[in-house]
Structures are given as structure tokens and as C-alpha cells.
């Protein structure tokens, strides 16, 4: 079946890719303004250790940190992709974002958490991008796309503070992600088949993690009261970062196909 996709031709496989984009966000727009749901920052694990509030849930961050110092490290002196380095960084800053917001979560505290997390997704959407349909087009998507990302976060942050809440834009950025990765993987070639499921593990484990997150996380602390489901979130994610990293440091012999600054 992939194979079968991947005869198209290219500027078919691109339309593919356009109008699926193009689906998504006319679907946004037509679904009425999604606010901030109250119950959001009240997680299932808020134990204090250590003088730390909701503690697995801030300290939790510290390997989803680590991983992105790692990957910031592992590749300061190679040729890849500037994105692949916005999404190491993001990564970091995620780690220390969410640290923060979950010290004592409320709505300021999350845009520090989320900002950092659309650099991830939208950094990683044009690097696969430049890798599979094209390195300028890469080049040219990375800087436009985090910037809608980031805008994203602000314009629910704007219209949350103004009592009408519209998370609609920063759920696109996830979703068009979600969406689009294993759209790219499925369409265009890589390097190897051994990179395609390397990219799909990574986004099963976000996928699992999200699930972890937002319907399993009373159920997960009450398994045996030892870390809840949005803690186990976070080790997951970091693990995918890691699955990632793996990834690049395996073509250390030819990083050519990443570069496109």
C-alpha cells in the first residue's frame, strides 16, 4: 500500500498534502471556539515531596529536559537541519516550561509551557518536510511555521484572558502534526525504512502519552499510587525524543540529507 502511494506522482502526492492541510484548517474554523476546559490544571497526582508541590509532575520533566540538552549537544557540530535544532531546543524548553507550570499550574503559567511545545512540533513538521518533499521547501516553512505555532498560543492566552477562550488554533498545530507526520512518512521516501519507523514509534509513543494524559490519569495513580498517567506522559515523550536522536546520530556518515539552512 505505501509503495503503491509512493508511485504517485510527485506533485500528486504534494496535492495530497496541501489539501489535507487545507481540510484541517477549514474544520477549525467552522467548530464554535473551544475554551480552556476549568478542570484542566487539576491533575490526578498533586502530592508534595520534598518541600515540591505536585511533585512527579514537575521533576518528571527532567528527562524530557535532559533529552533535548542531549540532542542540542550531540549535534552542535554537525550539518543538520536548523529545524532539527529548533526542535532539540524546544524540547528543552518544554522540560523547563512545564517544570514551572506545574510548580503551580494556572493559565498564566501554561503559555510557558505551551510556547515551547509548538517550536517541537512545528520544528519537526519542517524538518520532515525538508527531508521528504524538499529542502527549500523546508528551509523556507520552518520560521513562518513556528511563528503561527507561537501565535497560536498567544491568541488563546489573549482571548482566555478576555473571557472567551479559543484553544481552536493551538489544536490545529497539534493536530495538523499528528496528522501530517505519518501523511509524510506514507507519501515521500526517506532515507531508509529503518528512519520511517523510527518516526512512527516516536509519534505512537506521543500518541500513547497524550492517552496517558487525558483519559487515563486518575486510572494510572489509583494502578498502585506510584505516578500518574500525566507523569508517565512526560517519561513517554521523552523516551520519543530519545527514539528520535537515535535516528539522526544513526546517519552520522551522511547527514547530507538534513542540511538546509
Known amino acids: 500500500?505505501?509503495?503503491?502511494?509512493?508511485?504517485?506522482?510527485?506533485?500528486?502526492?504534494?496535492?495530497?498534502?496541501?489539501?489535507?492541510?487545507?481540510?484541517?484548517?477549514?474544520?477549525?474554523?467552522?467548530?464554535?471556539?473551544?475554551?480552556?476546559?476549568p478542570e484542566y490544571h487539576r491533575f490526578a497526582d498533586q502530592r508534595t515531596w520534598l518541600g515540591i508541590p505536585n511533585f512527579l509532575n514537575v521533576v518528571s520533566n527532567?528527562?524530557?529536559?535532559?533529552?533535548?540538552?542531549?540532542?542540542?549537544?550531540?549535534?552542535?557540530?554537525?550539518?543538520?537541519?536548523?529545524?532539527?535544532?529548533?526542535?532539540?531546543?524546544?524540547?528543552?524548553?518544554?522540560?523547563?516550561?512545564?517544570?514551572?507550570?506545574?510548580?503551580?499550574?494556572?493559565?498564566?503559567?501554561?503559555v510557558w509551557d505551551r510556547l515551547p511545545m509548538t517550536l517541537c512540533f512545528m520544528s519537526l513538521l519542517a524538518a520532515l518536510i525538508g527531508?521528504?518533499?524538499g529542502a527549500r521547501a523546508g528551509r523556507l516553512s520552518w520560521l513562518p511555521l513556528v511563528a503561527l505555532g507561537m501565535l497560536s498560543v498567544l491568541y488563546w492566552h489573549v482571548t482566555e484572558s478576555s473571557g472567551s477562550g479559543?484553544?481552536?488554533?493551538?489544536?490545529?498545530?497539534?493536530?495538523?502534526?499528528?496528522?501530517l507526520v505519518p501523511v509524510l512518512v506514507a507519501l515521500f521516501p526517506g532515507r531508509?525504512?529503518?528512519?520511517?519507523?523510527?518516526?512512527?514509534?516516536?509519534?505512537?509513543?506521543?500518541?500513547?502519552?497524550l492517552l496517558c494524559?487525558?483519559?487515563?490519569?486518575?486510572?494510572?495513580?489509583?494502578?498502585?499510587?506510584?505516578?500518574?498517567?500525566?507523569?508517565?506522559?512526560?517519561l513517554l515523550v521523552a523516551v520519543a525524543v530519545l527514539q528520535l536522536l537515535v535516528m539522526l546520530r544513526r546517519r552520522q556518515g551522511s547527514l547530507q540529507s538534513l542540511v538546509f539552512r
Open 1 to 37: 500500500m505505501v509503495e503503491r502511494l509512493r508511485s504517485c506522482g510527485y506533485a500528486q502526492r504534494v496535492g495530497v498534502v496541501a489539501a489535507l492541510t487545507l481540510a484541517a484548517i477549514i474544520f477549525a474554523l467552522v467548530l464554535p471556539p473551544i475554551p480552556q476546559p
Open 62 to 110: 527532567l528527562p524530557l529536559a535532559l533529552a533535548g540538552a542531549l540532542g542540542l549537544w550531540l549535534l552542535a557540530r554537525r550539518e543538520v537541519a536548523a529545524a532539527w535544532r529548533g526542535f532539540f531546543l524546544g524540547v528543552l524548553l518544554t522540560g523547563i516550561g512545564s517544570a514551572w507550570y506545574h510548580w503551580a499550574p494556572d493559565n498564566a503559567r501554561l
Open 131 to 133: 527531508e521528504r518533499i
Open 166 to 179: 479559543d484553544l481552536r488554533p493551538y489544536g490545529l498545530v497539534q493536530f495538523l502534526t499528528l496528522l
Open 192 to 209: 531508509s525504512r529503518r528512519d520511517d519507523r523510527d518516526i512512527l514509534v516516536a509519534l505512537a509513543l506521543y500518541v500513547l502519552a
Open 213 to 234: 494524559d487525558t483519559l487515563l490519569d486518575a486510572r494510572i495513580l489509583a494502578l498502585g499510587g506510584i505516578v500518574g498517567g500525566h507523569a508517565l506522559k512526560h
